[in-house]
């Protein structure tokens, strides 16, 4: 075989799982490689679901760690909160029993509202949750604008799509950057038919409450004050095009949490994963290798 070819990419077995909850809540998880292996567990972003991570566990796997990645509570395959109960406290909870059944610590990779919810559970946690944390285009404080824009198309499109061509239109105004599939059919994975024949997201529409700007700054104030407690090796990667992450919320992180790592993924936006999924692989690998246990002769 031709050397300056591109190698296919490495991939494992996926299994399915189901994990309960302290309150009963169930949620659906995909796994990959075997328990012993350095764990390294994955949380999506809002509105998305644990697909958004299948190329990177199925990597994972292959390379020898036992990955696993969960649709949030509200999210996917999970069930959906009776109250509702959604709060990044209750979050924080689901991620330490998650946590707790992958044997040893792990590294917890978080993008978006996964990494809040990572920061949330290390930073109030006193034993050692994880071996390491990588948040993916996130900081406690970001971008209002860039934020607003993410926070309207989680709360527009109310009323549903009447077919796929429709969802798929929505998904490419919110991602111009990004080109749109030929197919939309893998958008089947982010909708449900509900009973007034419109294909709706898979999130529980209650998930989702616009919050005042004091109450967002409470919150950034409350997880910057956490960050201190969090003294495993991290790291923020963030896409190129993001309107979310800005340079003085990196700095102001970065104060906080003095050994945070930073890494770019040219070419992509807020959801890095879907955006350049092998670059945000590339991004990560040189970290995983030197903090979740791994040898590199096993990589190599």
């Known amino acids: 075989m031709d050397s300056s070819q591109s190698k296919p990419p490495l991939q494992a077995p996926l299994h399915s799982r189901r994990l309960t909850m302290s309150d009963g809540v169930a949620l659906a998880a995909t796994v990959s490689g075997q328990p012993g292996q350095p764990a390294v567990v994955l949380l999506h972003g809002g509105g998305q679901t644990r697909h958004s991570w299948q190329g990177t566990v199925q990597s994972l796997g292959a390379l020898g760690y036992h990955a696993l990645a969960f649709d949030a509570r509200g999210h996917g395959d999970s069930d959906w909160s009776a109250k509702p109960d959604y709060s990044y406290d209750r979050l924080a909870d689901d991620l330490e029993t998650v946590a707790s059944k992958m044997g040893d610590a792990p590294v917890i990779i978080g993008a978006s509202m996964g990494g809040m919810t990572a920061m949330h559970a290390i930073g109030r946690n006193p034993t050692e949750l994880a071996r390491a944390m990588v948040l993916v285009d996130i900081a406690p404080r970001v971008d209002p604008k860039g934020l607003k824009r993410v926070n309207d198309f989680l709360n527009g499109y ?103 790592e930073v890494g770019t993924v040219p070419g992509a936006g807020h959801m890095i994963a879907g955006d350049r999924n092998d670059a945000f692989n590339g991004a990560i690998m040189p970290f995983l290798e030197r903090h979740a246990g791994l040898g590199d002769s096993l990589i190599a």
């Open 158 to 260: 109310r009323d549903g799509f009447a077919d796929l061509e429709e969802a798929a239109d929505a998904v490419a105004a919110y991602n111009p950057h990004r080109p749109r599939p030929q197919n939309p059919r893998g958008l089947m994975k982010n909708l449900r038919l509900r009973d007034d024949g419109r294909l709706h997201w898979h999130w529980d529409p209650r998930f989702f409450r616009e919050r005042s700007d004091e109450q967002r700054e409470k919150s950034a104030k409350r997880l910057l004050d956490m960050c201190p407690h969090i003294a495993i090796p991290s790291l923020l990667v963030f896409g190129a095009q993001s309107d979310v992450v800005t340079t003085a919320g990196i700095d102001e992180l970065r104060a906080r949490l003095p050994q945070l």
